[in-house]
């Protein structure tokens, strides 16, 4: 049969303004996130990570939200810049520290869009 | 520092060919990954290499395979190629015991 394309999230916004980007995770064995940001014609690029006995991790300009109880992960990017405009996933790891690394499981993926 | 680096960028290839990417890690990197991304799809995992043995496989039929050579570069297989393989094709690497997956920019594949 015909594939169906998978409809990203957007999130639009205007330069300068804070960004929440939202993932909700399945696993509750994934003990392990991490952001990834991916512009056109290149491959995901690692933004922020954060491990299950964490809930808040903070980089430039980014900040990550672990929320274990409904399993749910935030990225926060303050000041967005147009530079920040890409397709942004989550993905998840079990057993991070074991036999897994290198298998990630990512989210759908949603395209944020930075207008001067 | 070089990045990774994966050949072909680009390919054509007709159903029931077979096709080999290649992938270059990161010197130093002794783990590599490979994904497949589609739009219907997503981004989805399909083997990882480290000590050039397969250490996890994702779902996929056993066309897709791959290996790993002593320097850490790594290549995957696709036989009997569908329709349905068309994608990119993304390979990534780090060190053993790190999340932090260093990405090519993949190899794009169209099965006519």
């Known amino acids: 049969g015909e594939s169906v394309g998978l409809h990203l999230p957007t999130l639009s916004v205007q330069e300068g303004d804070n960004s929440i980007i939202n993932c909700a995770y399945s696993n509750s064995a994934s003990d392990y996130f991490i952001w990834y940001k991916q512009e056109s014609g290149k491959g995901p690029q690692f933004i922020i990570d954060i491990r299950s006995n964490m809930d808040k991790r903070q980089g430039q300009r980014v900040t990550v939200l672990l929320n274990k109880t409904v399993k749910h992960l935030s990225l926060q990017i303050a000041a967005t810049q147009p530079g920040d405009s890409a397709v942004y996933f989550c993905a998840e790891m079990t057993n991070a520290g074991g036999t897994s690394y290198g298998k990630l499981t990512f989210g759908q993926g949603t395209i944020l869009t930075v207008h001067p | 520092k070089a990045g990774v680096t994966q050949t072909p960028r680009y390919l054509i290839k007709t159903r029931g060919q077979q096709v080999t990417l290649s992938c270059s890690p990161i010197?130093?990197?002794?783990?590599v990954s490979w994904y497949q991304q589609t739009p219907g799809q997503g981004l989805q995992f399909l083997f990882e290499?480290?000590?050039?043995?397969?250490?996890n496989k994702g779902n996929f039929p056993g066309r897709f395979s791959g290996r790993q050579f002593s320097n850490s570069r790594s290549e995957m297989n696709v036989s009997t190629l569908e329709l349905g393989d068309s994608a990119l094709y993304l390979c990534?690497?780090?060190?053993?015991?790190?999340?932090?997956?260093?990405f090519g920019e993949g190899s794009r594949l169209t099965v006519l």
């Open positions: 290499y480290f000590s050039e043995t397969q250490r």
């Open positions: 990534a690497s780090s060190r053993r015991g790190s999340g932090e997956l260093f």
């Open positions: 010197s130093g990197h002794r783990s």
